[in-house]
């Protein structure tokens, strides 16, 4: 926070738990926001909107947090607290990015790397490591992380530290560096125990997943997957990037029916939460469908199959990292 800014205890509690407890969070938040509201306090009343679109993020109402987040900005700037608005900005990056508009992000990521120093400055190129590894731009992704990682390490900022990991992960992921990104993976989810961090254990988990379909690991991924499951259902949320990645894992070894049904349950996800995903997750349910069409054929003459087999496959032919399907559930969660 910015020095000689006075930010409510109520406020910054709820900034506090919004990426770790969202729900919980959002109840805080609104508190806040009206005590703040009541005294014309824009300081308290910004960390309290930051709050409730930070909650909103990690609860998929993207829509919500892009408005949440444009005032906690506007009411920072209104008070003169620069620090603020750019921790706004960096929150708001990340909401804009998984809306589909990449170019806003980064303009935001600019201006609050202008606005932003020390802790404050190392999270921002965590998240705009982020947007660009969602771009495909793997080498400038890691090079955003290179310098941010100490910085947080030393100021002992745990939850930030575990996103860069989590990112950082499936940037290895991307190069194929399968040993590099399970280190991280692995100390990302042991600072989540030690911290009682669930939501960001839950993400780590889904990652270590992607990480172990990718190396043909079968039922060790879907155990991640499971773990992963178990810590969103404790926080009563519904993530349709691991029911994608569960699909695809299941389609990769012709578990076609278990396929199916998770792939639509991700359409109904994504359609629920508006997620630009949705094309995504129609197509895997079109290619599970194919699959399916294809496995009820009859054999060829002669007792061969059809060119598209249902002998199962290793996972590691598909193309896990790379796709949209071996993605970050971090994706959702860089900000705060």
Known sequence: MQAGVVVPSDAAEALRLAAVEPARARQLAHAADRAARATGDRVGRSVAQRALGVAALQLRDLDEAVARLRASVDLARQAGATTLAGEARTSLASALALSGS????????????????????ARARVQQAAILQELGRVEEALAALRPALPVLRRAG???????????????????????????????????????????????????????????????????????????????????????????????????????????????????????????????????????????????????????????PRAANCWPWPGTPGC???WCATRAA
Request: glycine share 6%; charged share 25%; net charge positive.
């Open 102 to 121: 990449a170019g806003s992000a980064f303009r935001q990521i600019a201006t609050a790397l202008q606005e932003l120093h020390g802790v404050g400055a």
């Open 157 to 311: 900022d745990v939850q930030w530290e575990v996103r860069a990991l989590n990112n950082r992960s499936l940037l290895h992921l991307e190069r194929r560096a399968f040993a590099a990104a399970e280190t991280d993976l692995l100390t990302a989810i042991d600072l989540c125990v030690r911290h009682g961090l669930d939501l960001p254990r839950a993400y780590a988990e889904q990652n270590l997943g992607c990480l172990r379909a990718g190396r043909g690991e079968v039922p060790a991924a879907l155990a991640s997957f499971d773990r992963a499951e178990e810590h969103y259902r404790r926080l009563d949320m519904r993530v349709g990037s691991l029911l994608v990645d569960r699909a695809r894992l299941l389609l990769s070894v012709r578990l076609v029916g278990e396929a199916r049904a998770t792939a639509e349950a991700a359409v109904a996800a994504y359609a629920e939460q508006h997620r630009i995903n949705l094309p995504e997750a129609r197509l895997l349910l079109s290619t599970v469908a194919l699959v399916e069409g294809t496995s009820r054929s009859p054999r060829r003459r002669h007792g061969r199959r059809p060119a598209s087999s249902t002998a």
């Open 327 to 329: 993605r970050c559930g």
